[in-house]
């Protein structure tokens, strides 16, 4: 089975070197670029050896969908600039390849790095993603434009070796990418849900804090854990609220 690594990316040129380094074992490297970028991120992706696509970014499920239809491989592996695959998890891919009978994808663990260490509670860690999928049984669910889920044609199962996450290396990043993230997330509302109620934009963060910081024992990673939790939350009640005035504008 012939496999494509696949790394969406805009603006990645200071992680990107590394992470093709760690895909070498595949038989293609493509790396397909939002058409924003205004870093070296194309001409590093060339030098790795990797071969290059340009798209306009409308959502996240739309640009890996339409990475799946120019990869060359049977199976994909999505990887984001910021991820790396370990020898470990290199072998348990092939030696999965090259036995698997029935499955159509895997679900990949991570260990998620924030703020220079590896954060095991609040919901970051396993952190399950379906990013190893047999390319013609896959796509990407159109109803969850950021977090994408692979929707697939058959059976899915686990690997256990996780991907290296190097998720943000500061509280300035992690609050920029959330505000990227945010009116995509209020997008995926509107279509799952419909238009929020009112009193969704306290009840979702109350939700999110309770089921970060409690449930999946937050408290654990200290003071990090504790601004995460909060953060997550104030970003849950800010997608609500964007949601709630889009279609109360007529922007659904």
């Known amino acids: 089975m012939k496999l494509s690594a696949v790394v969406i990316a805009r603006d990645e040129e200071r992680m990107l070197r590394d992470c093709l380094a760690s895909l070498a074992f595949a038989d293609e490297r493509l790396v397909l670029v939002d058409t924003r970028t205004l870093d070296r991120t194309r001409e590093i992706a060339r030098l790795a050896g990797a071969r290059v ?5 409308d959502n996240f499920a739309a640009q890996r969908d339409a990475a799946l239809a120019l990869a060359r491989g049977d199976w994909v592996l999505f990887v984001d600039a910021d991820e790396r695959v370990t020898s470990a ?3 348990e891919i092939l030696r999965t390849l090259a036995t698997n009978g029935v499955r159509g994808g895997f679900w990949i663990p991570r ?3 924030l703020m220079g260490r590896v954060i095991t509670h609040a919901g970051w860690f396993p952190d399950y993603q379906l990013r190893l999928v047999e390319r013609r049984a ?3 669910d159109p109803l969850r434009p950021v977090h994408e889920v692979a929707l697939v044609d058959g ?3 686990y690997l256990a070796e996780p991907f290296v996450h190097f998720n943000y290396a500061n509280l300035g990043e992690f609050v920029r990418k959330q505000e990227r ?3 995509l997330e209020a997008e995926r509302w509107l279509a799952t849900y419909g238009r929020p109620r009112a009193r969704a934009v306290v009840g979702q963060p109350v939700r999110e804090f309770w089921s970060r910081y409690v449930r999946s024992g937050g408290y654990r990673e200290g003071a990090l854990g504790l601004v995460l939790s909060l953060l997550l939350a104030y970003y ?3 997608a609500v609220y964007l ?3 889009r279609s109360r504008h007529g922007l659904t």
Do not use: T, W
């Open 53 to 57: 696509e340009d798209r306009p970014f």
């Open 89 to 91: 998890l290199r072998d």
């Open 111 to 113: 260990h998620n790095y």
């Open 138 to 140: 896959a796509h990407f």
């Open 155 to 157: 059976p899915v199962g």
């Open 181 to 183: 993230y945010c009116g």
């Open 236 to 238: 849950a009640g800010k």
């Open 243 to 245: 949601g709630r005035r």
